[in-house]
T-cell receptor, first 111, second 114 residues
Framework: DAKTTQPNSMESNEEEPVHLPCNHS???????IHWYRQLPSQGPEYVIH???SNVNNRMASLAIAEDRKSSTLILHRATLRDAAVYYC????????????FGTGTSLTVIP | NAGVTQTPKFRVLKTGQSMTLLCAQD?????MYWYRQDPGMGLRLIHY???????AKGEVPDGYNVSRLKKQNFLLGLESAAPSQTSVYFC?????????????FGPGTRLTVL
């Protein structure tokens, strides 16, 4: 059950900011918004998560719309190592075992 | 601190053969998960465990069995492998099932069933 919608692919120039969008119009009040990325031939790795407020960490920023029906992952300066598939996932606070990955956004970084 | 490790990294089976994939974590996590990823697709949950001695079905459990005899290990078994089970298998663990907790993933096992 895909709860999120993301573009299949995006491109960015190296050292420029990247905004990766995600729509989750059926989000419930107890759903956290998680972002993971998967580099080629590796397992997914955690990027960031949030509930209602915008979040920043060393990897990225997460901007959450006021109605929570969409969010944007922001990579401030894309590097070649950021080329990966980025997954936007909703994780319920109460029953967080069901982690639906969807197909994600494949990010290409152009040197 | 190795995190989540998976054994083996690669395996080729013939149809009807059986095998067990091993996942181990050294973070004292309660929750462990097995996913499969088919080409061009996202990960799908096969089975999960909420603690030692417990298992539960995920989205695509048919054809697989699991066991969690020790807290740090989660085994995924294929009793009679089929070509449709050709996939990359990922194990993950988390401290809890809270929505705010992250999952830590292993490097994957690439399985081919001929």
């Amino acid at each position: 059950d895909a709860k999120t919608t993301q573009p299949n692919s995006m491109e960015s120039n190296e050292e420029e900011p990247v905004h990766l969008p995600c729509n989750h119009s059926t989000i419930s009040g107890t759903d956290y918004i998680h972002w993971y990325r998967q580099l080629p031939s590796q397992g997914p790795e955690y990027v960031i998560h949030g509930l209602t407020s915008n979040v920043n960490n060393r990897m990225a920023s997460l901007a959450i719309a006021e109605d929570r029906k969409s969010s944007t992952l922001i990579l401030h300066r894309a590097t070649l190592r950021d080329a990966a598939v980025y997954y936007c996932i909703l994780r319920d606070e109460i029953t967080g075992n069901q982690f639906y990955f969807g197909t994600g956004t494949s990010l290409t970084v152009i040197p | 601190n190795a995190g989540v490790t998976q054994t083996p990294k690669f395996r080729v089976l013939k149809t009807g053969q059986s095998m067990t994939l091993l996942c181990a974590q050294d973070m004292n996590h309660e929750y462990m998960y097995w996913y499969r990823q088919d080409p061009g697709m996202g990960l799908r949950l096969i089975h999960y465990s909420v603690g030692e001695g417990t298992t539960a079905k995920g989205e695509v459990p048919d054809g697989y069995n699991v066991s969690r005899l020790k807290k740090q290990n989660f085994l995924l078994g294929l009793e009679s492998a089929a070509p449709s089970q050709t996939s990359v298998y990922f194990c993950a663990s988390s401290y809890s099932a809270s929505g705010g907790d992250e999952q830590f993933f292993g490097p994957g096992t690439r399985l081919t069933v001929l």
